[in-house]
């Protein structure tokens, strides 16, 4: 069945900090996409990355960075030198594709999230 | 370009009653995607539509439906409330049934008494 955990409920940071995410998926799937999303106090959820199974490379935006790794079904994320604005919840989701097409089957399932608060 | 827009922000309903949901997609997006965010109970997937079809569904009783209109506007109905469907929901869309990712709406949110 496809899971994901973020073990990490909540995280308190100061201000310029760095700070790591953690996201544990289980699926039986072979093709399948990951996601990152950030929930702000405000309530919208905002996109973050898109990876899918077959790209295994790193990828750095700014300040976030993600890490995949297949080996260990994780797929971590990471914010240098962290910022007051980063206090939101993270939350990581997967995607399992269709067998008929290899599109996604719709539906993200998410993880519970991380809840970032990041102090001045 | 404008986002995923849901109406009405708040909405506060009687057990029993029925609630309308309604989403507009980013323009060109043609998959509308509805979740559910109840407290302590975490995202969960509801239903998707595309094209005017439904293309899966959650696991949800069959007292929460939706439709999508040939705009690709989507509908989410609630009926029979009860008190547990208080929670936020969230619409998202994307391009077409090919991954994509999704674009969420800022939810309405959803109150049963």
């Known amino acids: 069945a496809q899971k994901v955990t973020q073990a990490q409920t909540e995280i308190s940071v100061v201000e310029k900090e760095d700070v790591t995410l953690d996201c544990v998926y289980e699926?039986?799937?072979?093709?399948?996409?990951l996601f990152w999303y950030k929930q702000p106090p405000s309530g919208e959820l905002v996109f973050l990355i898109r990876?899918?199974?077959?790209?295994?490379q790193n990828e750095i935006s700014g300040r976030y960075s993600w890490n995949f790794q297949k080996s260990t079904s994780s797929f971590n994320f990471t914010i240098t030198a962290s910022q007051v604005v980063d206090s939101a919840v993270y939350f990581c989701?997967?995607?399992?594709?269709?067998?008929?097409?290899?599109?996604?089957?719709?539906?993200?399932?998410f993880g519970k999230g991380t809840k970032l608060s990041v102090k001045p | 370009e404008a986002g995923v827009t849901q109406s009405p922000t708040h909405l506060i309903k009687t057990r029993g009653q029925q609630a309308t949901l309604r989403c507009s997609p980013i323009?060109?997006?043609?998959?509308v995607y509805w979740y559910q965010q109840a407290l302590g109970l975490g995202l969960q997937f509801l239903l998707w539509?595309?094209?005017?079809?439904?293309?899966n569904r959650g696991n949800f009783p069959p007292r929460f439906s939706g439709r999508q209109f040939p705009n690709y506007s989507s509908e989410l109905n609630v009926n029979a409330l009860e008190l547990e469907d208080s929670a936020l929901y969230l619409c998202?869309?994307?391009?077409?049934?090919?991954?994509?990712?999704?674009?969420f709406g800022p939810g309405t949110r959803l109150t049963v008494t």
């Open positions: 699926t039986r799937d072979t093709t399948y996409y």
């Open positions: 998202a869309s994307s391009r077409g049934t090919f991954l994509h990712e999704q674009y």
């Open positions: 539509y595309d094209e005017g079809e439904e293309r």
């Open positions: 990876r899918n199974s077959f790209d295994e």
């Open positions: 323009s060109g997006h043609t998959s």
């Open positions: 989701a997967l995607s399992e594709a269709r067998k008929d097409y290899g599109g996604s089957q719709g539906n993200l399932i």
